[in-house]
Every structure is written in structure tokens, then in C-alpha cells.
């Protein structure tokens, strides 16, 4: 029995048995994993913030043979949600983002991009003002990390890069400008010159580096959504929480 060392982020918890907690969490190097912390809820040493969703910590635990869940024999918290718990709307988002996250890794498979961008966005998620911008970049860099974002540098019939509106066609990978798009699919939904920019930029660019103000909220929400249906479709997943999102 081996004991080993790596951070986590918590997706999901609940109490089992008497004083044990189970949690779904991702690692950098073993991806989605299952977590059994013994007795912690009786425990006056250990912090119970370990098990809300959202939380990072470092962990050595150890595997037994033929079991896949995670056994804890210690750990370090090294940070937990706390504004999201008195913000309703940072909420919503907070638990799109993490069954997202949950959705499209997988157990045992290393993902150590889908940790780092995970574990930050969350982070600013405590700290931002506009939380739907911040989800629409997470969403276009799963997009990229997964080789499935059109080049949106062009169209790519005919290279305009100055269209009012583009339609992203993910079977090809492009970017068609509406003049060039074909008739049956001009009712197709739309990216506005100005969302395109923004989708470029954040490709290329950290965070807070965007400029916000070119793309509208409604036209930042209609992409969002669009998106994720996307996302759900290559996947083949449901995000529930997006209901809260998307409510209104
Ligand atoms: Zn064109």
C-alpha cells in the first residue's frame, strides 16, 4: 500500500455511514476520483469546508488493492468557496461550472489543463462581477482544449474578417461569414463581428485581459446558451444546473 501526495478540487460530496464523507474531486494527475474521508465529521483537527464543492486541497491518501476509491489519511485545505454561498446568482454559476467540470472529465484519465482552468476560474468567480462573461471563456477553452473551436480568424470561403454576423460550423471547424452561409442554414443562430473578436481574444488572452464592453449581455447570454447546447450534444451529457442560468 502505497502512499502518495496531489492536490484536489472537490466537485461533489455526501456523508456516509456514521462520520465519513465520500466526495467526487478532480486531481491534476489522476483526473475524476473518489475520496473516502474517514471520520471526518467527528473529527476536531480537520476542517469539514473539505467536502463543500468548490474547495482545494493537497491530500496523501492511499488506494487499496482492487478498490478505486481515494482512503484520506491527511490533508492540507488550501481554500473553499465562500461568497457563493451568500450570492444567489454567483451560486447558480458556481454549480453550472462544477457539473460541468464533473461532466466532461473522466475517472483516472489525466487532465492537468482541465485542473489549472477549473481551479482558477472558480477562483475568480469569488471575486467577479460578472459571472456570465467569465463562464462563456471557461466554455470556449474547453471548446479549444478539445480540438473542436472553428478558426475564427476568417470566414473561410470567402476571408472576409469584417462581416456583421458568422455562423460556427463545428463539423468543419470554420468560421462562415452570413453572406457565404448557405440558405437552409441562415435561420442557424448567429455570432455577432463583435462576439467573435471577444471569442478570439479570449482564446489568445488571460482572463482579465478582455475587453468586456464590446459584447452585450444578451448577445454574451444567447452565445453562452448556444454553446452549451453544443457542448452537451459532443459530450452527449445534460448540464442540468444550466436551468438556473438560463432561467429568465
Ligand atoms: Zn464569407
Do not use: W
Amino acid at each position: 500500500m502505497q502512499i502518495q501526495k496531489t492536490e484536489i478540487l472537490v466537485l461533489s460530496s455526501k456523508n456516509s455511514d456514521e462520520n465519513d464523507v465520500t466526495c467526487t474531486a478532480l486531481s491534476p494527475e489522476f483526473g475524476k476520483i473518489n475520496l473516502i474521508f474517514k471520520g471526518l465529521l467527528k473529527s476536531k483537527r480537520r476542517s469539514i469546508c473539505i467536502r463543500d464543492p468548490g474547495s482545494v486541497a493537497e491530500i496523501i491518501f492511499y488506494r487499496k488493492e482492487s478498490k478505486s476509491f481515494f482512503y484520506i489519511s491527511d490533508f492540507v485545505l488550501i481554500s473553499t468557496p465562500e461568497k457563493v454561498r451568500n450570492n444567489v446568482e454567483l451560486y447558480y454559476y458556481h454549480c453550472f461550472l462544477l457539473e460541468l467540470i464533473s461532466k466532461i472529465t473522466t475517472e483516472n484519465t489525466k487532465n492537468s489543463f482541465i485542473y489549472n482552468i477549473s481551479k482558477k476560474v472558480l477562483a475568480i468567480l469569488e471575486t467577479e462581477k460578472d459571472s456570465l462573461m467569465l463562464v462563456l471563456f471557461f466554455v470556449l477553452h474547453v471548446l479549444q482544449h478539445n480540438g473542436i473551436m472553428p478558426d475564427l480568424s476568417q470566414c473561410e470561403v470567402c476571408g472576409s474578417s469584417s462581416a456583421s454576423h458568422y455562423n460556427l460550423d463545428f463539423n468543419g471547424k470554420s468560421l462562415i461569414c452570413r453572406e457565404c452561409t448557405p440558405s437552409y442554414n441562415r435561420d442557424n443562430f448567429s455570432f455577432s463581428s463583435n462576439t467573435v473578436t471577444f471569442m478570439n481574444n479570449s482564446l489568445k488572452t488571460k482572463y482579465s485581459a478582455n475587453d468586456f464592453s464590446i459584447i452585450s449581455r444578451l448577445e454574451a447570454e444567447k452565445s453562452l446558451f448556444y454553446l452549451v447546447l453544443f457542448l452537451e450534444d459532443y459530450f452527449h451529457i445534460i448540464i442540468n444546473s444550466k436551468d438556473f442560468i438560463f432561467k429568465k
